[in-house]
């Protein structure tokens, strides 16, 4: 069904676990990030980044697709370089925020993810993705090369390809994305949900301290040297070991028994 004006351009849910879904809802537009729908997303992050009750985001999109990026006909109604430097400054702080939460993000990806919606994919922490689904940086189709996008892009799959996306804009396949490193796991459109709730079995499991300062740690050793790197996971994981989590599962291991973590 077509979002109207009068819904939400984003929906929430929270199960008991924690587990909050945030669903673009703007599918008669194929779920373009307008600049509602940009600051919906940074609101709804922000107040996440705050609240120790999630353990877990499923970002999901209403329709056929799940993302075509920006809104072309709102960006067109009034240009000027404030403007453009305005929205795809607030845009890169949105895809940051998701980076910077100490919860994993999980793309659903039910349908095709093009430009800033293929970022979007790009800068969630794991990615699911229907046998259906397709990807793609297009810009340089309109004239307009994804610069963006394409540094998530480049940080999740190897340079040559990346740059052979951004350079023909053409679309690859969610097998394709799999075997590129785009998304983590591809399943046939009836088994998606069942597909995502894998991973999320998996991950509310585990302690969340132990989950955000890997989060944390991983996306900061990634931009350092190799020396850097592990004096930061030297320090990392010398506090982490200080965590009553951390003693207890290591205790566990010991004793030869499952850990009890406290419910956090």
């Known amino acids: 069904m077509a979002a109207t004006k009068e819904e939400p351009v984003l929906l929430r849910s929270q199960d008991a676990r924690g587990v909050v879904t945030l669903t673009l809802n703007r599918p008669h ?21 705050h609240d120790e009750s999630v353990r877990v985001i499923v970002l999901a999109a209403e329709g056929k697709a799940f993302c075509a990026g920006h809104d072309l006909k709102e960006m067109r109604a009034g240009p000027s370089l404030d403007y453009y430097k305005g929205l795809f400054g607030q845009c890169s702080d949105m895809m940051l925020t998701i980076q910077r939460l ?33 990807f793609a940086v297009s810009g340089v ?34 097998d394709e994305a799999k075997a590129r490193g785009l998304i983590n796991r ?5 088994q998606l949900d069942a597909e995502v709730e894998k991973l999320i079995t998996k991950i509310v499991a585990k302690p969340r301290i132990a989950v955000a300062v890997g989060k944390e740690f991983f996306y900061k050793q990634v931009e350092l ?40």
Do not use: H
Request: net charge negative.
């Open 29 to 49: 537009v194929f779920n373009a990030l307008s600049e509602a729908m940009l600051l919906a997303l940074q609101r709804e992050l922000g107040a996440i980044a």
């Open 102 to 134: 100490p919860v994993p993000v999980i793309a659903r990806v039910q349908g095709i993810a093009t430009a800033a919606g293929c970022q979007l994919v790009a800068m969630c922490d794991l990615a699911v993705a229907s046998s259906t689904a397709k």
């Open 141 to 174: 189709n309109l004239g307009l090369f994804c610069s963006a996008p394409g540094v998530a892009l480049s940080r999740n799959v190897l340079r040559k390809a990346a740059f052979e996306m951004l350079v023909t804009g053409e679309f690859i396949s969610a």
């Open 186 to 190: 591809v399943a046939e459109p009836d």
């Open 225 to 264: 040297g190799i020396a850097a790197a592990y004096e930061s996971a030297s320090q990392t994981m010398a506090c982490n070991m200080m965590d009553e989590a951390a003693l207890e599962g290591v205790q566990a291991f010991i004793e030869k028994r499952p850990p009890r973590w406290n419910k956090e």
